[in-house]
Structures are given as structure tokens and as C-alpha cells.
């Protein structure tokens, strides 16, 4: 028996799907909102994490680590360069993107507020719930990880 477009057997596995989906939507909404004092978004801080943690790096290669496109990273990192926040370097044929100074100072500052703002999004959970939480999330993502054919996706991370 279908039901709303999928199978009733399935039915808990999309419904999980959903509530991950809306939990991640509802965090980044409230996540920029708590990054508005520092002119960035959510999405630019991903951008500036990439970058200080691979830099110096390609577009190309801040695209596969983002999962996004060449055309939605460009945009980004216009924007973030206008910000002084990173630098573009070219070499040869390729621009390297890097984090200034001032984009390195921002990331020191916003890191640990953001990281005790994002993890209070868990406060309703026990310990027990929240130990269960990260177990189940990290069996999905080992699980997902063997399925991605990009293989800057297929890394680790902890």
C-alpha cells in the first residue's frame, strides 16, 4: 500500500528522513540568525572552515568539499573576499583561495560561540539519548559514506 507517494514500508525510514531534514533547516535558520552580528551565514562559515582546514585550495576542491556547485562556491567566495575574510592567489592556471588574516581572527572568535550555540540545540536530550543520537548518526554516516562516489566525501571525519 502507497501512502503519500511512498511505501508503507518505508514509511519510519521517511519520516526519520523528514525530521533530520526539518532539524537541519530549523538549525541553520536559528544558526543565522546567531551569526547576523558577524555578517555571515551559515553557509560562509562552512565556506571558511573548508578553507582553513584544507587551505591553501582550489575552487574546485572547495566545491567537492561542499557538495555544491563550481557557480554557487564562486558567488560565496566573491562575497567573502569582498569581506577581506579570504584572498584568491593565482597559480598558473588554478586560483588558490586562502583565509586573511582578519577571516582567521573571525573564525577564532565565532568558533567556540557558535559551537556552544549549536550543541545547546541538544540540551533536551539526556546523556543516554544523546550518546544513542551519535551513535545512530555515525552507523548512517559510515553507511553513506560507502555510497557516495565522490571521493572527498568518502573521507572520514570526526
Known sequence: MKQLGFHQENRLAMLSWIRITRFQQIGNHISNEFLQPFCITVAQFD???????????????????????????????KRLEKLGLIVRKQDWKVKYIS???????????IIPLLSDFQTSMFDVLDDQELQQL?????????????KSANPRIRVEEE
Open 47 to 77: 565556506v571558511l572552515i573548508q578553507v582553513m582546514a584544507h587551505q591553501p585550495l582550489s575552487q574546485q576542491e572547495l566545491a567537492e568539499y561542499l557538495s555544491i556547485s563550481g557557480g554557487g562556491v564562486s558567488h560565496m567566495v
Open 99 to 109: 583565509l586573511t588574516e582578519k577571516g582567521q581572527a573571525l573564525l577564532e572568535e
Open 134 to 146: 551519535y551513535k545512530t548518526m555515525r552507523k548512517l554516516h559510515q553507511y553513506n559514506l560507502k
